[in-house]
């Protein structure tokens, strides 16, 4: 990848769209900087970020003694949920849990890197068509797998990074219905991926000391040695992982050739002649470094994912660099839209701490009659196309690509009850349901639809009495800051014409893009920009809620707007 700017180059500098799921602000600026977009005669980029947001999927970590304990946790999900797919670290894992599911008669595939072609065509084959309801498998099971159905994603092994994890968690409840994303964690799992970083980092020292030993192995001639072999005589390495990887760095260097025979065993070893010194190789020892300490750093971030007590989806919101990350969400552990973890049942049944019952929503007639309108219009609004699940993402204003995608952000109800949350929202659907005022078809991809008396509902000729659901307030903290937010930005005023100017070019720019409004700034930070007016890309960095993504995709044209409604 490295050596596509240099490609580019030579095809005259073509027209590039480069394009990737889950990228962090780092990341999209290395992408920048390794295409070499913006330099030799190229204009800066275009950047697009269309959000990280799936409210659908319920994010939870349970905290494990062993394996006995996870395997129990596995189970019950299973039978619980159905459809769905169990990550592991290792294949060694990979089969071990198969093995166990097998043993208590479940159904499932396992896939692994280890496997042939044939077996893993099969074993996805098998999944995919729905044949086969669980699958248990390392991260090779990725590309190309898109079940719509799933409706959990367990982690047996913590990953090494959030990019990895949030990858695989994304592959629940594709259909927009809700899914279940756990992570079972014991602190032990995290030496496997240090050994895995180790392994893909080898240092200056492993590299000088498999260069010295291929010069002596191959003084004579080529080697047919596996690499398991060749890691024995390397003093330095204490994993082999590290030797295929320092391997693969010499070849690349041009100081071996590894080419595989037919009817070989293993790959055959050459020395490049004439062979070059350590320093005359074209390794850049730096880079090494820095990636290291970026992977180590990754696992870091991960690490301290598991231990957030914050909102899950605002962390690894935050992470990919959205500004408008959520202090609470109702769809994961820590804001009560999840199975209470091992960890609290086990608090609970000590009576360490006992979290207070949370009390049916209380408002008056009128309000709840106005609430189950809003609800039974969103119904009526998507008009039998799609599940309960869809309906809740798009009554609570999802920022979510099955939202976006299906253009529902348009539609009149899109986020009428975004204060009330997401778990709050699909049970009012379901006591709907149970009312009679909503019907579910039963096929394969259950939709929606209103009933003659929902209708009347909705249109407020007939009266339902049905007890609203459980409601859950932020916690204190996010109350708190929204509170505080809110008064300082009632107390502080702005230039109405300027923000008048703002919103007038977020209109044109949204309406051109095909994308809400407030994916192009939310109405917040035009208030905030008003107040500031920032004249430069410095002072634009410093205006809540923009970051160096939104100041690189709209800040030459925000700092123009505001410069013509100034002068």
């Known amino acids: 990848y490295l050596r596509l700017k240099w490609a580019l180059k030579d095809l005259g500098q073509p027209q590039v769209a480069a394009l990737t799921a889950t990228a962090t602000p780092e990341v999209r600026d290395d992408i920048i900087e390794q295409l070499s977009l913006g330099k030799f005669g190229r204009k800066p980029p275009q950047v697009f970020v269309s959000g990280f947001a799936r409210h ?16 129990e946790r596995i189970f019950n999900t299973i039978s619980e949920l159905k459809t769905g797919i169990v990550y592991c670290a290792t294949r060694k894992n990979v089969e071990r849990v198969y093995e166990e599911l097998a043993a208590k008669r479940l159904s499932a595939i396992y896939y692994h890197g280890g496997m042939s072609e044939e077996q893993r065509t099969k074993a996805q084959d ?29 982690h047996y092994d913590i990953p090494g990074s959030v990019e990895a994890y949030y990858q695989e968690a994304g592959r629940a409840g594709r259909d927009g219905e809700p899914a279940r994303c756990e992570l079972l964690f014991n602190y032990a799992d995290v030496r496997t991926q240090e050994f895995f970083i180790e392994g893909a980092n080898p240092t200056r020292e492993i590299i000088a000391s498999l260069h010295q030993t291929l010069l002596r192995l191959c003084k004579r001639g080529p080697i047919e ?44 070893t050459r020395l490049i002649e004439p062979a070059k010194s350590l320093n005359e190789l074209p390794i850049d020892f730096e880079r ?8 180590q750093a990754k696992l870091r971030r991960m690490i301290d994912y598991v231990d957030c007590h914050g909102c899950r989806h605002g962390y690894i919101l935050d992470y990919f660099g959205e500004t408008d ?13 999840a199975p209470v973890s091992r960890r609290r049942a ?17 408002v008056s007639a009128n309000e709840k009659k106005v609430l189950l309108q809003k609800a039974l219009s969103c119904v009526a609004r998507m008009d039998g196309r799609f599940g309960l699940g869809r309906i809740t993402l798009v009554l609570v204003g999802s920022r979510s690509k099955e939202v976006f995608d299906a253009l ?11 204060e009330f949350g997401y778990d709050f929202t699909q049970e009012l659907l379901r006591r709907l349901v149970a009312a009679g005022c909503i019907e579910v078809s039963g096929d394969e991809y259950p939709k929606a639809a209103l009933t003659e008396l929902g209708r009347q509902v909705m249109l407020a000729k007939t009266p339902l009495d049905i007890e609203l659901p ?31 100017a703002l919103r007038q070019w977020r209109r044109d720019v949204a309406g051109r893009m095909g994308i809400p409004a407030y994916l192009v700034y939310p109405d917040a930070t035009l208030k905030e920009l008003s107040r500031q007016k920032p004249q430069s890309e410095t002072a634009l960095l410093e205006v809540r809620g923009i970051g160096p993504a939104k100041a690189r995709q709209f800040g030459e044209e925000t700092l123009e707007i505001i410069r013509e409604a100034t002068t």
């Not at 995919?128 to 190309?144: K, L, R």
């Not at 390397?234 to 994993?239: D, L, Q, S």
């Not at 391997?247 to 790959?267: H, K, N, P, V, W």
């Not at 990350?325 to 839209?337: E, F, K, L, T």
């Open 56 to 71: 659908n999927l319920t994010l939870a970590v349970s905290h494990t003694k062993n394996k006995a304990e996870k395997l």
């Open 346 to 362: 086990a608090r609970q049944r000590t009576n360490v701490e006992a979290a207070p019952a949370v009390e049916p929503l209380q």
């Open 288 to 295: 090494l470094e820095a990636k290291h300490a970026r992977d």
């Open 126 to 154: 098998k999944f995919m068509s729905g044949e086969c309801p669980v699958a248990v498998a390392t991260n090779a099971f990725g590309m190309g797998v898109d079940r719509a159905d799933l409706r959990f994603v367990v």
């Open 470 to 500: 459980p409601f859950a307030k932020p916690k204190p903290a996010a109350r708190k800051a929204a509170t505080v937010a809110a008064a300082t930005e009632a107390e502080v005023p702005y230039d109405v014409a300027v923000f008048e």
């Open 225 to 268: 040695m596996p690499m398991s072999e060749i890691a024995e005589h390397v003093k330095a390495a204490k994993n082999d992982m590290a030797v295929g990887t320092a391997l693969y760095l010499l070849e690349r260097a041009g100081f071996i050739a590894r080419d595989y025979r037919q009817g070989s065993r293993t790959y055959t």
């Open 325 to 337: 990350a959520p202090q609470h969400c109702s769809a994961c552990d820590n804001c009560g839209g």
């Open 408 to 418: 529902l952000d348009q539609l009149s109800t899109y986020g009428l009850l975004k």
